[in-house]
């Protein structure tokens, strides 16, 4: 009996990870997926971009993932901190690791694999294996086959001001959620980049995307749509716009498929 004891406190020891009860997570795309994989009981506190699920936002907050504090994170008393690549200033993660708290930095998902391959991760370093393999077989199986080309095209509106336009180009979700229901984006340089205000008048987008916390930082829809930035663009005088929910639309999760399924309706709607 003694010896079966030694065994199990030598194995908790020697795997802090398993042994971990309190969880604090630094990235809405990590969130989501500790969630869905059922590990949700052990996490004490989120950061801002974790919007989902329900629960999550229940949670104490730590501040957004990029600007994280030591001190706020350390006050939830963490025995392990799950952060995204981007996460924090170098000397707050160095603070973070000198306290003897155990640190996961996880890359950014950009493409389905990369997610899968974050959601096995996961699993395995939470000890759910099992859980993880059975979240990417529901989501392969609800994964929508991709839609042909259509006459449609799109901007995701990632900021519009007196500074210009920020939009998503290839290299990021909402471009992969463009690609899914066949909507030409026409953002043609990778990752989030300004895009000149005469070749956005040229090329006339048919509608807009943007995301929720943008949209509603300014008074909602019609206000967004009234941004000078805009405001010469037949979309945005008609405010033909798509508010998505932000972690949605621009973090990979385990909620892909519902993403995919509100931009091929709104697609569809666009098109009668």
Do not use: W
Request: net charge neutral; glycine share 8%; aromatic share 6%.
């Amino acid at each position: 009996m003694q010896k079966l004891v030694f065994l199990i406190v030598l194995a908790v020891l020697s795997n802090p990870i398993l042994a971990a009860q309190r969880v604090v997570i630094a990235g809405g795309s990590l969130t989501d997926i500790v969630f869905a994989l059922g590990g949700g009981k052990d996490v004490v506190a989120v950061d801002t971009s974790s919007t989902s699920p329900l629960q999550a936002t229940q949670l104490p907050k730590v501040g957004y993932y990029r600007d994280l504090a030591a001190e706020g994170v350390l006050s939830q008393h963490p025995e392990l901190i799950l952060a995204l690549q981007g996460s924090g200033r170098p000397e707050v993660l160095t603070q973070l690791r000198s306290t003897g708290v155990k640190l996961n930095l996880y890359d950014k998902p950009t493409n389905i694999n990369e997610l899968f391959n974050l959601i096995g991760q996961l699993g395995r370093d939470l000890n759910r294996q099992s859980q993880a393999q059975g979240l990417i077989a529901r989501l392969k199986q609800t994964l929508p086959a991709k839609a042909p080309p259509s006459s449609l095209s799109a901007l995701f509106i990632l900021s519009a001001g007196d500074r210009g336009v920020t939009v998503a180009g290839p290299e990021t979700v909402p471009d992969l959620l463009f690609g899914y229901t066949g909507i030409r984006n026409l953002a043609t340089a990778p990752g989030y980049k300004p895009f000149n205000r005469e070749a956005m008048l040229v090329s006339a987008p048919d509608f807009l995307v943007a995301p929720s916390h943008v949209v509603y930082s300014l008074g909602g829809p019609e206000q967004f749509c009234q941004q000078s930035a805009l405001a010469l663009l037949p979309a945005a005088q008609q405010c033909r716009l798509l508010v998505m929910d932000s972690l949605l639309s621009m973090g990979m999760t385990t909620r892909l498929p519902e993403a995919i399924a509100q931009l091929a309706a709104y697609r569809e709607q666009s098109a009668l």
